[in-house]
């Protein structure tokens, strides 16, 4: 497996623990829907967390938050409007980022919240 994509399984797996030990439950990984994928669908309360997950093993090229792309976020949101019909779901829809920042010397975790809007 190229280290980029060993990189990215270990940014999912982390970003995995941050939210568990913020409380939240974790109900799947790697979402796939046609084209989109959602790394993490997670729980808290009645809302529905997509966290789009982005690692990098530095920040020389700009932040990890800063490669979450419009179409990206399309893509997230139909996959998103999917798992939420699919589930019958009735719930409020939030979008977060987890930008992992990992290296030998550094491994810094940063989650923002609404990271973005959908409508």
């Known amino acids: 497996m190229a280290y980029h994509n060993e990189l990215g399984k270990l ?3 982390l970003a995995t623990n941050l939210l568990l030990e913020k409380g939240y439950e974790v ?4 979402f796939t829907f046609q084209k989109a994928e959602i790394d993490i669908i997670a729980k808290k309360g009645n809302e529905l967390i997509i966290v789009e997950v982005k690692a990098r093993n530095s920040d020389y090229f700009g932040d990890p938050q800063e490669f979450v792309t419009p179409s990206k976020i399309k893509l997230l949101v139909k996959a998103a409007n999917e798992y939420v019909i699919s589930n019958n779901l009735e ?3 939030r979008f977060d980022i987890i930008s992992v920042i990992k290296n030998n010397n550094v491994e810094q975790l940063e989650h923002f919240e609404n990271a973005f809007y959908y409508f």
Do not use: K, M, P, S
Request: aromatic residues 0%; charged residues 40%; without cysteine.
């Open 11 to 13: 940014g999912e797996q």
């Open 27 to 30: 109900l799947e990984r790697n």
């Open 91 to 93: 719930v409020e829809v």
